[in-house]
């Protein structure tokens, strides 16, 4: 089955300090893979986006997130955090009709 | 570009009356809409699969007599949701896909609903 998964429920880092939040996905063929934020209350925001191509995505806001295909993940990144990134992280994936989305994590950045 | 909009953005409504939230894409004819529904702390689980012009498609386990959809025009999709009860309360996205060649969809910013 088409399954997208977020190990990390939560995550508290420093402002400052870098992050990474993990995804793995389980698809019969690579799909298309998104990182979204969701503040509370609001709509989802999209981070970035793979496709294809270099493994290695940009996305707005100083983060990244890099595509591993032998290890079915797409792992987003932060160099520096800052008190504005904490939010609801989710990650989805689609080969077709249909997005799938991990259960999300929620980041917390202390001063 | 790729703007969607739904309306009201939080409402509260009594037990056992209808109440309809619409989605619209602002600035591109969406072909395929989607209903998500999220429940607090919880991730997007999606209800409705809606083609203009065409029945939705209905999720496992969505009940569709009571969440109504209706895809009347390229950029207008409808839920409606029929003699609410207070467990509908959640918080209801919809996104917009652009074509059928693209994955990509477009998220709305919510409709929060409230059934007392």
């Known amino acids: 089955a088409q399954s997208v998964t977020q190990p990390d429920i939560h995550i508290t880092v420093s402002e400052g300090a870098s992050l990474e939040l993990r995804c793995n996905y389980s698809?019969?063929?690579?799909?298309?893979l998104f990182w979204y934020v969701q503040s509370p209350g609001q709509g989802l925001q999209l981070l970035l986006k793979y496709f294809s191509g270099d493994t290695l995505v940009q996305g707005i806001k100083g983060f990244e997130a890099e595509f591993k295909r032998s290890q079915s993940s797409f792992n987003l990144r932060k160099p520096s955090v800052h008190w504005s990134d904490a939010a609801e992280y989710f990650c989805?994936?689609?080969?077709?009709?249909?997005?799938?989305f991990g259960t999300g994590t929620s980041l917390t950045v202390i001063p | 570009g790729a703007v969607v909009s739904q309306h009201p953005s939080w409402v509260i409504c009594k037990s056992g009356t209808s109440v309809k939230i619409e989605c619209r894409s602002l600035d591109f004819q969406a072909t395929t809409m989607f209903w998500y529904r999220q429940f607090p702390k919880q991730s997007l689980m999606l209800m409705a699969t809606s083609n203009e012009g065409s029945k939705a498609t209905y999720e496992q386990g969505v009940e569709k007599d009571k969440f109504l959809i209706n895809h009347a025009s390229l950029t207008l999709s409808t839920l409606t949701v029929t003699s609410a009860h207070p467990e509908d309360s959640s918080f209801y996205i919809c996104s917009a896909r652009r074509g059928p060649a693209t994955y990509e969809q477009y998220f709305g910013p919510g409709t929060r609903l409230t059934v007392t």
């Open positions: 698809y019969g063929a690579t799909p298309y």
């Open positions: 989805a994936g689609n080969t077709g009709n249909q997005f799938y």
